[in-house]
């Protein structure tokens, strides 16, 4: 069996019968490009009967084109890298919130919990004062650290510190004793049990 090296240009095996219709599409392309540009790389068109092998000059831009793209093939495009996700940005330290007269930043390690009262969200901090806030619950929770605190319901994001026990409730939940409660009872759904008792435990 004949080996060829790296240099050895590909071929291209065709019966007869279509080797010359083949020709007279590509011979006029193939000879302008040859003459244009003669040290390219050469196509070797085969021909089966008789044995007969004719060499015609190929630019190497037009033997890409006549190479189907398959990802990995070595004359396929390059692929433009795929971007990264942007990095997450810090999360929210301060909370400035609106009295009647002054706005007040409150640092989150003064925060007992975030709670939702109707269609209003409010801070309490551990001194048992309540804030009103302009975001809703869920957009205070995506700035949130997820170490330091816990969405526990619907109505309550709590912080770590401020969960100072728990029991089991009905149907698998649980009922939280929070520092500086609500005034309506704390419970864990039986979906997040397991995940609140995880994060508890650090």
Known sequence: MKHFSKQTPPFFPVSFRHAFGLLSLLLPLLTAVGTLLPDTPT???????????????????????????RPGHPFSPAQPPIPSPPAPGPFQTVFLVQTAIHRVPVPVEEICYFFRDGRHTFL????????????????????????????????????????QRYKPAAYGKL????????????????????????????
């Open 175 to 202: 009922e939280l004793t929070l520092h500086a409660p609500p005034p309506f009872p704390v419970i864990v759904s039986q979906l997040k049990t397991p995940l609140f008792r995880r994060w508890l435990q650090r």
């Open 43 to 69: 196509l070797r068109l085969l021909v089966r009967t008789g044995g007969l092998a004719l060499t015609l000059p190929l630019a190497y831009q037009a033997y890409r084109l006549t190479v189907p793209h």
């Open 124 to 163: 309490r901090t551990y001194d048992r004062k309540d804030y009103l806030l302009s975001q809703s619950l869920h957009e205070v929770e995506q700035v949130l650290d997820p170490i330091c605190f816990f969405r526990v319901n619907r109505r309550l994001v709590v912080h770590y510190k401020a969960c």
